[in-house]
């Protein structure tokens, strides 16, 4: 039996770096939104993400090489 799929850890990375820009850019256009366009976003959601979750993902993304 395989063992499986194997990569390296530059392959790794590159993935890890595009799932955290994605993810990045989700918040960061869900805050847009709730900001300029009036959209509901929850008071503790818009609090994690501005003052936790985005500056948290834009530090890691610089860490992986980003």
Sequence with gaps: MGRGLEIDFETADRITVCS???????????????????HYMH????HESMTKLIPSLETLIKYYGG
């Design 20 to 38: 955290l820009k994605s993810q990045l850019s989700y918040l960061k256009e869900e805050v847009r939104m709730h900001v300029e366009e009036g």
């Design 43 to 46: 008071p503790e959601d818009y």
